[in-house]
């Protein structure tokens, strides 16, 4: 699930910043799953599958929404997912009946992980860090949660290469922060690059779509 921007909120305040993106995600829970059927099969393809299929061991989903990754997980994996919408959870927690590799489902923003230091093998996010407040502070608080070896594994989508594309996306961007203030989202990121300032050695990063879709796979140091 995308996580909001306070530019997008109309405060600067944290609290209204975080009040604003529940208030947004949880009106668009009932819908999500339909909307997002049709984007993935003309943009994403495979992609969740390329992400969860190479989770190992204790794993952490980041802004997990509905559950749409849910039974993608391998049975080697213990998983806790996070979210910051309380009706996204709830449509969760009904697909994760009788999941037995699904641990916990709860509510958490994607900045102040409640997690200790080193306490999951994987981290995973797919489809949103196009929209966390500041992706440095996520990728941060995804590497400190991470043991010393851990992966982290992203799925989203990014800064084209196609300049067309770009402008596009520029103008799309520009009404979505007017008709959705509270969405956050942000097509125009390339997360990759905070990935690399907080010193993951990159072992994949797979572009397509003109650019438009990245998937990663990054290593934190042993």
């Known amino acids: 699930m995308p996580q909001s921007h306070s530019r997008n909120s109309g405060s600067d305040d944290p609290a209204a910043?975080?009040?604003a993106m529940?208030?947004?995600w949880d009106g668009q829970a009932a819908t999500y799953d339909q909307g997002m059927d049709r984007i993935e099969r003309a943009f994403i393809g495979?992609?969740?599958?390329w992400v969860c299929g190479q989770a190992r061991g204790r794993t952490l989903e980041v802004a997990v929404g509905t559950g749409r990754n849910l039974e993608l997980y391998g049975d080697d994996v213990e998983l806790t997912g996070v979210d910051l919408s309380p009706r996204m959870l709830q449509i969760a927690r009904r697909r994760?009946?009788?999941m037995e590799h699904v641990a916990a489902l709860r509510?958490?923003?994607?900045?102040?992980?409640?997690?200790?230091?080193?306490h999951f093998d994987t981290v995973v996010a797919t489809l949103?860090?196009?929209s966390v407040p500041d992706v440095g502070a996520a990728v941060?608080?995804?590497r400190r949660v991470l043991r010393p070896g851990g992966r982290l594994l992203l799925l989203d989508h990014v800064r084209p290469t196609v300049?067309?594309?770009r402008w596009a996306l520029r103008g799309l961007e520009w009404i979505t922060a007017r008709t959705q203030p509270g969405s956050g989202e942000r097509f125009l990121r390339r997360p990759l690059e905070q990935v690399r300032e907080h010193g993951f050695t990159i072992e994949t990063s797979e572009r397509s779509k003109a650019g438009a879709i990245e998937r990663v796979s990054a290593l934190k140091p042993a």
Not at 110 to 117: G, N, R, S, T, V
Request: some cysteine.
């Open 17 to 19: 910043v975080l009040d």
């Open 22 to 24: 529940r208030a947004h």
């Open 46 to 49: 495979d992609g969740r599958s």
């Open 96 to 98: 994760a009946a009788g």
């Open 107 to 118: 509510e958490a923003d994607a900045e102040h992980l409640p997690f200790p230091d080193g």
């Open 128 to 130: 949103s860090l196009c």
């Open 140 to 142: 941060a608080e995804m």
């Open 163 to 165: 300049a067309p594309l």
